[in-house]
């Protein structure tokens, strides 16, 4: 019922910036969050950034003072700022939201994930 679809990415270059973007789509009534997600080789998923449909942004420690998310509510868009890349942010992104739907007559809050969007380390 709900779609994220993200964009954007490429390749880590030490100090370099990357943007990505996340739209979502579908019987959408709301959403509460959107979030960023990374998983690396061999670790385990991350949440490392998130912001509430009022805007308050949450990060991890990792990429706080280096990332920035951003959304547009209109557009039912999140944006994810990254700079000061380092290699170790080499990874799978994914984006992810707390969006209130349409289930037949009930209204329920899902959580949803895009389909991931590598970023690759320079070698």
């Known amino acids: 019922q709900v779609q994220l679809v993200e964009s954007g990415g490429g390749l880590v270059q030490p100090g370099g910036s990357l943007r990505l973007s996340c739209v979502a789509s579908?019987?959408?009534?709301?959403?509460?969050?959107m979030g960023w997600y990374r998983q690396a080789p061999g670790k385990q998923r991350e949440l490392f950034a998130r912001?509430?449909?009022?805007?308050?942004?949450n990060y991890a420690d990792s990429v706080k003072g280096r990332f920035t998310i951003a959304s547009d509510n209109a557009k039912n868009t999140a944006y994810l700022q990254m700079d000061s890349l380092k290699p170790e942010d080499a990874a799978d992104y994914y984006c992810?939201?707390?969006?209130?739907?349409?289930?037949?007559?009930?209204?329920?809050?899902?959580?949803?994930w895009g389909q991931g969007n590598q970023i690759t380390g320079y070698s």
């Open positions: 912001i509430t449909s009022g805007g308050t942004t």
């Open positions: 992810n939201s707390d969006t209130r739907v349409w289930i037949s007559t009930y209204l329920r809050v899902h959580n949803y």
């Open positions: 579908g019987r959408i009534v709301n959403i509460y969050t």
